[in-house]
Every structure is written in structure tokens, then in C-alpha cells.
């Protein structure tokens, strides 16, 4: 198992901003794939971005592009995203997710967090 604990939720007026953080439980140096992805009410999990902790590579989904940032910091163990411009469309469980494989598909990542709470009110 690789423990995953999220922070960093709350709500904000739409344009606010927020940052998540994921902290990981894995020996440093570990190469992997974390993700953010959110779940509103009544929908399905969706990826938001991802980031490959071996070079940093990052991807995004295009609703979110230039809007939230994902980052990390190896030192630590820790994984962030930085959301600006916040959107009510926004709104939902966001949980950071670990994996041997990259993408934006919940599928494909095998360690959750248990998420944190984001709602963005117009």
C-alpha cells in the first residue's frame, strides 16, 4: 500500500483560488505517476492532471489548462495543485491517486487517497 493523504480543500467564491497538497508514503527517489482527479455528486471520478515524479512531467485535462498547475516536491514526498480562476464547475471531491502507468483515467491508478472537499460557489 502506498498511503496517500490529501489537504488543502475548502470553498471559495468563483475567481478564488486553492491549493491541494498529497502526501505520499514511499521512499524518496520513488518513481511514479500521481494524479488529481474530482468527483461531483451524481457524476463520474474525472481526471484533472497528472504529473510523472521521475522528470515532471505534467498533463492536463483541457478544462482546467492554464487554470491549475500541478507540481511536486521530491524532498518531501509531496504533490500539489495549485487551482486559480476557480469555477463552480469545479466543485467536488478531489482525490490524489498513485500508479506505474500514466493518463487522466482513474483505471489506471491503483493507490487512492480518501479525498478532500472543494466547492466553489458563484
Known amino acids: 500500500q502506498v498511503p496517500l493523504v490529501e489537504s488543502g480543500g475548502g470553498s471559495v467564491q468563483a475567481g478564488g483560488s486553492l491549493r491541494l497538497s498529497c502526501a505520499a508514503s514511499?521512499?524518496?527517489?520513488?518513481?511514479?505517476?500521481v494524479g488529481w482527479f474530482r468527483q461531483a455528486p451524481g457524476k463520474e471520478r474525472e481526471g484533472v492532471a497528472t504529473?510523472?515524479?521521475?522528470?515532471?512531467?505534467?498533463d492536463y485535462d483541457t478544462s482546467v489548462k492554464g487554470r491549475f498547475t500541478i507540481s511536486q516536491d521530491n524532498a518531501v514526498n509531496m504533490v500539489y495543485l495549485q487551482m486559480n480562476s476557480l469555477k463552480p464547475e469545479d466543485t467536488g471531491m478531489y482525490y490524489c491517486?498513485?500508479?506505474?502507468?500514466?493518463?487522466?483515467?482513474?483505471?489506471?491508478?491503483?493507490?487512492w487517497g480518501q479525498g478532500t472537499q472543494v466547492t466553489v460557489s458563484s
Open positions: 491517486a498513485a500508479g506505474r502507468s500514466g493518463g487522466l483515467r482513474p483505471a489506471q491508478y491503483a493507490y
Open positions: 514511499w521512499p524518496p527517489g520513488s518513481r511514479a505517476f
Open positions: 504529473i510523472y515524479t521521475g522528470n515532471g512531467i505534467t
